[in-house]
């Protein structure tokens, strides 16, 4: 596969910077030609000399141009444009589409059934639902896996190859209904129709042909999501276009063949439509055993399944991929033992969530300076300063419903857990029974240890999921702190009837520290007793056991906490602005206050919001600052510091060497792979999306669509996780890149995300393992993974519209940062990047805040990596000068534009830039682009570049020859008038 596509606006883009001074060096040569003429006293030229001498200065001129923007700026991209990349070998293929299906038959959970399931694998099926025949593979954007539907495991071939035999007439149906799936875009106005045939659709002599086909019918339902929208909390404001300053919508806009899918009032897409119940009716009134799929990564609500009896088993099959729904029919027809557990939790009511009141849409109304100026700086600017306030505190999924009832038992807390909480955070059924049995603890200072006896006591081969939890001492009005807090997992192997493992879990005691924000501020394991429970969910004991802590363990400057290299002290203080945040105290007395809506829609006095054309960047300067060496002859070449420590003191006499000019290319272009850097004999490189497999409209390369991340997480099992990625990677690898935008892994902090697909859970444990085992696999094959999106990145909603972030640093600390800091912790040297966020943290560009990026992930936890932005769209906002002051050092963009950096002359920018420079250098050094295989192929020059020297040898020779012959006709002309 060859080209690389390249946005025209980019193209454009360059000229433009460049073609300025391209046309001066041309006039120059010309004047200086005709000075050389006049000084010599020639006399005047006569016209043909003239025209001469133009025609050469314009061949002159447009060989300088395309010469600048081939060999410069364009130089990477057009060396991607004319290289062969990759393709993928028959058996990366097999292993892959394997892979998917071995992650699916533990990915998909089970959550209701009667013994009706497994069906008999020669059984009929009728299939009923529109989405049975038009599924979703994944979500949409950067982050899904390339899905070619055409090609890939249907729902219904998924079936089909597990051996059961279809309703041809009702697929037909619906594929007559309509054929394509209404569009996700990452834009403003998404299409969120639904589309359903009418109960009265279906022809008597329709239903009679199913009931004689089979007395079993399956119920498909989906729900997509995708980057940039998040689903719809109100489906009223989606109809009058409120939602998500999106199009309007009208009951026209839902009409498929004169039908639409239409909601309640003040319903969510997380529920059915009145159309979808319809069929639910329909179906039910018709069959006596009805199986309910529900294809989709944000959980729906489901308490309707329990009002009708003939609904005998519910399972979840979330973003399969291109084969996963192989894994549907495994587990459908028993060939495999369903062992997938949820990742968050499911509301009978998710308008119950204590986030449901503050995701959406919140633009602030006394900031029209910012806006405005946003809007001049970027035409396309959205012009919104928006917020979002986490006011859950650290109580997010689970930890609130779990502390909830608790509360609700002790203190009378006006909370039913099971009128609420439909499926807890890790439940999930099999075909056959376990237990679990907890052994003998060890405690020691630092640990807790205990062994797990996991049997099969059923009649049928399956894998359990076990999962351990503590429970801190809480003192009302003290630290905010869980009643439930998952604290180590595992996985067995496929166990047989009557056959038994053991299954060894551990954990540190200092994990289970809370920040304490406004006591020590800094992480704090108080005294009193602890319980470590086993649970088969968050929810339901198994057994536990108690330990007591005599006294309170603080972790300050003399005591660091997990590793840390400066204490994990207050930071973040200034986002947490002025709301009201959840609090355990009296029993969530400030409940209704907390999650209540926005009440003011103002930015507080003393905040302020800066956007791009706000940022005066030499107001920071620091006259002290010594400029630094640049453009030194030292005689080093990037590959010869491959393998030394970070601070080795050649890197300083490296970086010497490094033009300004190169320093801010490397900066600015740093969008989809790094450019070359002569001075320091830095080759180019590429890097690709994503967490579901290669997607790359860059170099028009895509591989074979993986499922979502969160299918990997239900599976609970790390081992597969990395797996997933190692196989996942070798695609990378055949295609030539050298860098993975992924893992992804921000929280499900509310089930409207749309990128929940993107991401594992709602738990930061959970989440943790899961990406540490993907990027080790990263690290196995030499690979440098950006960990994304750093941070606070949890609702899509006017993502890049200046989202001001407010939230608790316990909550930052505990919940949102654990996966990140993980994965940089267990890192043990390998390289590692990190891809912020588009959001700000409180009032600052996450991009840009050295609070984030400097002092939390390169003081505290020791990263040594580059920080690459999110998309450098500018966005009325994303400023580089900005961003390399903050700690990032890459723009994630092609064409430059607002990325390059408008101070390049004092010694504050370039000392910035140089930093900057150093982590990049670093983090390729580090890479399989500096392997011996692969750097000596990427050192030899590009046949193009070879071209392009050969044609302008001949152009050169061409022009001296016409050049001499111009002159010396002139020359003999003059000679004959004298």
């Keep these: 596969m060859t080209g690389i596509q390249i946005a025209w606006e980019d193209v454009f883009s360059v000229i433009s910077q460049i073609s300025g001074w391209l046309i001066g060096i041309g006039v120059t040569v010309v004047a200086l030609i005709l000075i050389l003429i006049f000084a010599g006293k020639a006399g005047k030229p006569h016209a043909g000399f003239i025209r001469a001498q133009s025609a050469i200065a314009a061949v002159l001129i447009v060989a300088l141009m395309v010469n600048g923007i081939l060999l410069g700026q364009l130089s990477n991209l057009i060396t991607s444009a004319f290289t062969e990349m990759g393709t993928l070998s028959e058996e990366t293929i097999g292993t892959s589409q394997q892979t998917v299906e071995d992650v699916m038959n533990e990915g998909i959970v089970l959550l209701e059934n009667d013994g009706t399931l497994p069906l008999d694998s020669t059984a009929n099926l009728n299939v009923f639902g529109w989405a049975s025949t038009n599924p979703v593979y994944g979500g949409t954007g950067s982050g899904s896996g390339t899905v070619d539907a055409s090609t890939a495991v249907s729902l219904l071939s998924g079936l089909e190859n597990a051996g059961f035999s279809l309703n041809q007439e009702l697929s037909d149906f619906y594929t007559a209904y309509r054929s394509d799936r209404p569009e996700i875009t990452i834009n403003n106005g998404q299409d969120w129709t639904l589309p359903e045939p009418t109960a009265d659709s279906y022809t008597d002599e329709m239903l009679e042909n199913a009931r004689a086909f089979s007395d079993t019918a399956l119920i498909v339902f989906s729900r997509p999501g995708g980057e940039g929208a998040d689903l719809p909390n109100d489906m009223g404001a989606v109809l009058d276009g409120s939602y998500n300053q999106g199009t309007k919508y009208t009951n026209a806009s839902y009409q498929n063949n004169g039908d639409y899918a239409d909601f309640e009032a003040g319903s969510t897409?997380?529920?059915?439509?009145?159309?979808?119940?319809?069929?639910?009716?329909?179906?039910?009134?018709?069959?006596?055993?009805?199986?309910?799929?529900?294809?989709?990564?944000?959980?729906?609500?489901?308490?309707?399944?329990?009002?009708?009896?003939?609904?005998?088993?519910?399972?979840?099959?979330?973003?399969?991929?291109?084969?996963g729904f192989n894994s549907l029919g495994n587990i459908l027809s028993g060939a495999v033992n369903p062992s997938g557990k949820t990742v968050d939790t499911w509301l009978r009511d998710v308008s119950l969530s204590p986030t449901s009141q503050n995701v959406g849409h919140f633009a602030y109304d006394n900031v029209q300076e910012i806006t405005q100026a946003a809007k001049a700086h970027w035409e396309r600017a959205d012009g919104v300063v928006s917020f979002v306030n986490y006011v859950e505190g650290i109580y997010v999924g689970y930890r609130f419903y779990e502390t909830a009832y608790a509360e609700a038992l002790e203190n009378g807390f006006a909370f039913d857990y099971d009128e609420t909480v439909m499926y807890p955070f890790g439940y999930g059924l099999s075909y056959t029974t376990f237990t679990q049995e907890l052994g003998e603890p060890t405690i020691t200072d630092t640990t807790v240890t205990v062994d797990v006896t996991v049997t099969n006591t059923g009649s049928v081969a399956g894998k359990d999921v076990v999962e351990l939890y503590y429970t801190p001492p809480y003192t009302n009005g003290g630290i905010e702190k869980s009643e439930v807090n998952l604290a180590a997992f595992g996985k067995t192997s496929e166990l047989a009837p009557n056959q038994s493992e053991v299954i060894t879990l551990s954990f540190d005691l200092e994990d289970m520290a809370s920040f304490d924000t406004y006591g020590t501020g800094c992480y704090v394991l108080e005294a009193g007793t602890y319980t470590v429970s086993l649970r088969t969910d968050a929810h339901t004991v198994v057994d536990s056991f108690d330990f007591t802590l005599a006294s309170t363990i603080v972790y300050d400057e003399d005591n660091l906490h997990n590793g840390d290299l400066t204490v994990a002290d207050s930071k973040l203080g200034f986002a947490e602005g002025e709301v009201t945040y959840l609090s355990r105290?009296?029993?969530?007395?400030?409940?209704?206050?907390?999650?209540?809506?926005?009440?003011?829609?103002?930015?507080?006095?003393?905040?302020?919001?800066?956007?791009?054309?706000?940022?005066?960047?030499?107001?920071?300067?620091?006259?002290?600052?010594?400029?630094?060496?640049?453009?030194?002859?030292?005689?080093?070449?990037?590959?010869?510091?491959?393998?030394?420590?970070?601070?080795?003191?050649?890197?300083?006499?490296?970086?010497?060497?490094?033009?300004?000019?190169?320093?801010?290319?490397?900066?600015?272009?740093?969008?989809?792979?790094?450019?070359?850097?002569?001075?320091?004999?830095?080759?180019?490189?590429?890097?690709?999306?994503?967490?579901?497999?290669?997607?790359?409209?860059?170099?028009?390369?895509?591989?074979?669509?993986?499922?979502?991340?969160?299918?990997?997480?239900?599976?609970?099992?790390?081992?597969?996780?990395?797996?997933?990625?190692?196989?996942?990677?070798?695609?990378?690898?055949?295609?030539?890149?050298?860098?993975?935008?992924?893992?992804?892994?921000?929280?499900?902090?509310?089930?409207?995300?749309?990128?929940?697909?993107?991401?594992?859970?709602?738990?930061?444990?959970?989440?943790?393992?899961?990406?540490?085992?993907?990027?080790?696999?990263?690290?196995?094959?030499?690979?440098?993974?950006?960990?994304?999106?750093?941070?606070?990145?949890?609702?899509?909603?006017?993502?890049?519209?200046?989202?001001?972030?407010w939230l608790t640093e316990q909550s930052a600390r505990e919940i949102y940062l654990k996966p990140f800091e993980a994965c940089v912790k267990a890192s043990n040297g390998n390289t590692l990047a990190v891809?912020?966020?588009?959001?700000?943290?409180?009032?600052?560009?996450?991009?840009?805040?050295?609070?984030?990026?400097?002092?939390?992930?390169?003081?505290?936890?020791?990263?040594?990596?580059?920080?690459?932005?999110?998309?450098?769209?500018?966005?009325?906002?994303?400023?580089?000068?900005?961003?390399?002051?903050?700690?990032?050092?890459?723009?994630?963009?092609?064409?430059?534009?607002?990325?390059?950096?408008?101070?390049?002359?004092?010694?504050?920018?370039?000392?910035?830039?140089?930093?900057?420079?150093?982590?990049?250098?670093?983090?390729?050094?580090?890479?399989?682009?500096?392997?011996?295989?692969?750097?000596?192929?990427?050192?030899?020059?590009?046949?193009?570049?070879?071209?392009?020297?050969?044609?302008?040898?001949?152009?050169?020779?061409?022009?001296?020859?016409?050049?001499?012959?111009?002159?010396?006709?002139?020359?003999?002309?003059?000679?004959?008038?004298?």
């Design 585 to 805: 105290a009296d029993g969530f007395a400030n409940y209704a206050q907390a999650v209540a809506a926005p009440s003011s829609y103002s930015l507080p006095d003393g905040y302020e919001v800066t956007g791009a054309g706000t940022y005066d960047v030499y107001q920071y300067n620091n006259d002290a600052d010594v400029m630094p060496t640049t453009g030194a002859d030292n005689g080093l070449e990037l590959v010869d510091l491959r393998g030394l420590d970070y601070d080795d003191p050649l890197w300083d006499q490296l970086l010497d060497q490094m033009t300004i000019s190169e320093m801010v290319d490397l900066i600015a272009y740093g969008g989809y792979g790094t450019v070359e850097a002569p001075s320091v004999g830095k080759i180019a490189t590429l890097d690709a999306d994503g967490p579901a497999g290669v997607n790359s409209s860059v170099t028009a390369s895509y591989g074979m669509g993986y499922c979502g991340e969160i299918s990997l997480a239900q599976t609970w099992n790390t081992d597969l996780a990395y797996e997933y990625a190692y196989n996942m990677l070798q695609e990378f690898i055949e295609f030539g890149f050298n860098g993975w935008y992924a893992p992804s892994m921000n929280m499900h902090r509310s089930p409207f995300g749309g990128r929940n697909f993107e991401y594992y859970s709602e738990d930061s444990l959970l989440s943790a393992e899961m990406a540490v085992a993907e990027c080790q696999a990263a690290y196995d094959h030499d690979v440098y993974p950006y960990i994304k999106h750093f941070a606070f990145n949890e609702q899509e909603i006017n993502r890049n519209g200046m989202l001001c972030t």
């Design 269 to 323: 897409y997380l529920e059915l439509s009145r159309t979808e119940r319809d069929l639910v009716d329909l179906v039910t009134a018709n069959f006596e055993k009805v199986i309910i799929v529900y294809n989709g990564s944000n959980p729906l609500e489901l308490g309707w399944t329990e009002d009708y009896e003939q609904i005998r088993g519910v399972l979840v099959c979330s973003s399969p991929g291109a084969t």
């Design 835 to 978: 891809m912020s966020s588009y959001n700000y943290v409180g009032t600052t560009w996450a991009g840009a805040c050295s609070a984030l990026l400097n002092d939390i992930l390169r003081g505290e936890w020791g990263f040594q990596g580059m920080v690459l932005t999110d998309y450098f769209g500018n966005y009325g906002y994303m400023d580089a000068d900005k961003a390399i002051r903050g700690g990032s050092d890459a723009m994630l963009g092609t064409a430059g534009n607002d990325a390059i950096l408008t101070d390049q002359t004092s010694a504050t920018s370039v000392l910035a830039m140089r930093n900057a420079c150093h982590n990049i250098l670093y983090t390729v050094a580090n890479s399989r682009a500096y392997s011996p295989e692969v750097y000596m192929e990427a050192t030899a020059m590009p046949a193009w570049q070879v071209t392009v020297f050969v044609v302008d040898g001949v152009l050169a020779a061409i022009l001296i020859v016409l050049e001499a012959l111009t002159l010396r006709g002139y020359l003999k002309k003059k000679k004959v008038r004298t």
